[in-house]
C-alpha cells in the first residue's frame, strides 16, 4: 500500500511568519510531487509541483524534495491569514499511469 | 463557465435509494476522477477513468459505480446508499500527466 503522510495539524503561525509543511511517503519509486491547497468548502488547487531533488521556488512559496529521505516539504514565507487552508501533498509512482496518491492534508492557521 | 461541473451540489437521500452524481467537463482531458472526502480521512479514491473505454477501480470503489458516457462526462453511482457514504464527493480531471488535476466544485451528499 503505498501512503503518503503527513501531520494533520493545525499548524499555527504568526503573520509574516515561515510555515513550513512537511511530507513523507513509502514508495521508493516516487517521481511527481506535487501540493494542493484546499480552501474550507472549496476543492483542492495544485500551488506547486518538484520532480528532482532540491529547492523549487515560486513567489512565496518553496517545495523542497529529498528523494533518499522521501521527504517533500512546502515552506510559505511571509504568511498571511489569506494562506490559511489546509495543504495535500500528493504523490505519483509511475510516469504518469497510476493516480495521484493524496496525504490526509495539513491544517495551516495563520494568526494576524 | 467552470471548466469542470458537478451536478447536483448537495443532495440528501434516504437510505437504500439509488442516486447519481454527474461530472462534466470542457478541459478537453481525456482522464477524469472521483474522489470522497472525509473529514480526518483526506482524499479517496473511488473510480478512475483514463479514456472512454477505461474504467479502474480507486481504493474504495464497494457500494459504488461509474459509467464513462463520453471524454467530457463521468457519472458516479451509489446503487443502494447508506449514511456511512455522506461525504463531499470531488469529480477532477487530468491531462496525460496526472499531477495536474482540476477538480469540480463538489458534491455534498447525505443520506440519512
Known amino acids: 500500500q503505498k501512503e503518503v503522510e503527513q501531520n494533520s495539524g493545525p499548524l499555527s503561525v504568526p503573520e509574516g511568519a515561515i510555515a513550513s509543511l512537511n511530507c513523507t511517503y513509502s514508495?521508493?519509486?516516487?517521481?511527481?510531487f506535487f501540493w494542493y491547497r484546499q480552501y474550507s468548502g472549496k476543492s483542492p488547487e495544485l500551488i506547486m509541483s518538484?520532480?528532482?531533488?532540491g529547492d523549487k521556488e515560486d513567489g512565496r512559496f518553496t517545495a523542497q524534495l529529498n528523494k533518499a529521505s522521501q521527504y517533500v516539504s512546502l515552506l510559505i514565507r511571509d504568511s498571511q491569514p489569506s494562506d490559511s487552508a489546509t495543504y495535500l501533498c500528493?504523490?505519483?509512482?509511475?510516469?504518469?499511469?497510476?493516480?495521484?496518491?493524496f496525504g490526509k492534508g495539513t491544517r495551516l492557521s495563520v494568526i494576524a | 463557465d467552470a471548466d469542470v461541473t458537478q451536478t447536483p451540489r448537495n443532495r440528501i437521500t434516504k437510505t437504500g435509494k439509488r442516486i447519481m452524481l454527474e461530472c462534466s467537463q470542457t478541459?478537453?482531458?481525456?482522464?477524469m476522477y472521483w474522489y470522497r472526502q472525509d473529514p480526518g480521512l483526506g482524499l479517496r479514491l473511488i473510480y478512475y477513468?483514463?479514456?472512454?473505454?477505461?474504467?479502474n477501480k480507486g481504493e474504495i470503489s464497494d457500494g459504488y459505480s461509474v459509467s464513462r458516457q463520453a471524454q467530457a462526462k463521468f457519472s458516479l453511482s451509489l446503487e443502494s446508499a447508506i449514511p456511512n457514504q455522506t461525504a463531499l464527493y470531488f469529480c477532477?480531471?487530468?491531462?496525460?500527466?496526472?499531477?495536474?488535476?482540476?477538480f469540480g466544485p463538489g458534491t455534498r451528499l447525505t443520506v440519512t
Open positions: 477532477a480531471t487530468s491531462d496525460l500527466k496526472p499531477g495536474k488535476q482540476y
Open positions: 514508495d521508493r519509486v516516487s517521481q511527481s
Open positions: 518538484i520532480y528532482s531533488n
Open positions: 500528493a504523490v505519483n509512482t509511475h510516469s504518469g499511469n497510476t493516480p495521484l496518491v
Open positions: 478541459k478537453g482531458h481525456d482522464r
Open positions: 477513468s483514463f479514456d472512454v473505454k477505461d474504467i
